[in-house]
């Protein structure tokens, strides 16, 4: 199992938050890893989900992929995003 560790400060006080992730759930997460860092510099607010899905907002909604095929799927109907993630998919 993999750790995700964040601190938080409540009321002054740091606050350690750690998630445990499967394997598999960890690696698919970090699959997402290249897109959202280009999703991200686009201000697309990209999130990644539990257990692994990819939300992002575009043209004022909030669109969310659970795997690589259903974005490629999307992105033939969005000439900008397919121009926005290209060489990364």
Do not use: C
Request: without cysteine; proline residues 7%.
């Amino acid at each position: 199992k993999q750790k995700d560790k964040r601190t938080l400060t409540y009321k002054g006080i740091p606050i350690r938050l750690v998630g445990y992730f499967s394997t598999e759930t960890w690696q698919a997460r970090k699959e997402w890893h290249d897109i959202f860092k280009v999703l991200n510099g686009k201000n697309l607010q990209p999130r990644i989900l539990y257990p692994a899905r990819l939300p992002f907002r575009i043209e004022g909604e909030i669109k969310s992929f659970p795997d690589k095929q259903k974005l490629r799927e999307f992105m033939t109907t969005k000439p900008a995003l397919k121009e926005i993630l290209k060489g990364t998919l």
